[in-house]
Antibody, heavy 121, light 108 residues
Framework: QVTLRESGPALVKPTQTLTLTCTFS??????????VSWVRQPPGKALEWLAL???????YYSTSLKTRLTISKDTSKNQVVLTMTNMDPVDTATYYC?????????????WGQGTLVTVSS | AIQLTQSPSSLSASVGDRVTITCRAS??????LAWYQQKPGKAPKLLIY???SLESGVPSRFSGSGSGTDFTLTISSLQPEDFATYYC??????????FGQGTRLEIK
């Protein structure tokens, strides 16, 4: 059974750095083709892809946010960590982690329940 | 970057109706498209992948079609549990992944 769960602060102040952890089970990020990604959704708005890390430790970022994002993994702990620097109120959103089971179709087949992050002083 | 434009942005329909949602890509993406359903307060759920393949466990009233730049999601006979927001997502330009802006399906 594949599960993913996001954890991190619910409230951050402007200019601070956000650190989110995705803890997953039911699959290994060492398996060829496997990826974990982060997607966010501001309240009432659309989904936005942020970053992904694959089984080979390759890392990819949204072009518009890449200067602020860092993604990493700890395969032994089944965790993926996303950091986002210089947080702003417009970054208020629900942040999801999701699995991509590659093999040519890069879609999100399992998602966490999401964690709401509010940016406010 | 490839942009996806969904239409309509919102839609009112009745139980039993046939509904079609369109997703248009700003450039050709072959069949590298997925559709998701999202209910309030919940994570998206994968419905369709590779433009027309039904994800395991998804009811057969859902279907997808299209290739290149124009895609459709069709619900053949709306059920009460289908009222939700639907998103398309392209992965042709992987690793740059994009979503459409969503289509909200409401009860008439």
């Amino acid at each position: 059974q594949v599960t993913l769960r996001e954890s991190g602060p619910a409230l951050v102040k402007p200019t601070q750095t956000l650190t989110l952890t995705c803890t997953f089970s039911g699959f290994s990020l060492s398996t060829s083709g496997m990826c974990v990604s982060w997607v966010r959704q501001p309240p009432g708005k659309a989904l936005e892809w942020l970053a992904l890390i694959d089984w080979d430790d390759d890392k990819y970022y949204s072009t518009s946010l890449k200067t602020r994002l860092t993604i990493s993994k700890d395969t032994s702990k089944n965790q993926v960590v996303l950091t986002m620097t210089n947080m702003d109120p417009v970054d208020t959103a629900t942040y999801y982690c999701a699995r991509i089971n590659g093999g040519g179709s890069y879609l999100f087949d399992y998602w966490g329940q999401g964690t709401l992050v509010t940016v406010s002083s | 970057a490839i942009q996806l434009t969904q239409s309509p942005s919102s839609l009112s329909a009745s139980v039993g109706d046939r509904v079609t949602i369109t997703c248009r890509a700003s450039q050709g993406i072959s069949s590298a498209l997925a559709w998701y359903q999202q209910k309030p307060g919940k994570a998206p759920k994968l419905l369709i992948y590779d433009a027309s393949s039904l994800e395991s466990g998804v009811p057969s009233r859902f279907s997808g079609s299209g290739s290149g730049t124009d895609f459709t999601l069709t619900i053949s006979s709306l059920q009460p549990e289908d009222f939700a927001t639907y998103y398309c997502q392209q992965f042709n330009s992987y690793p740059q992944i994009t979503f459409g802006q969503g289509t909200r399906l409401e009860i008439k």
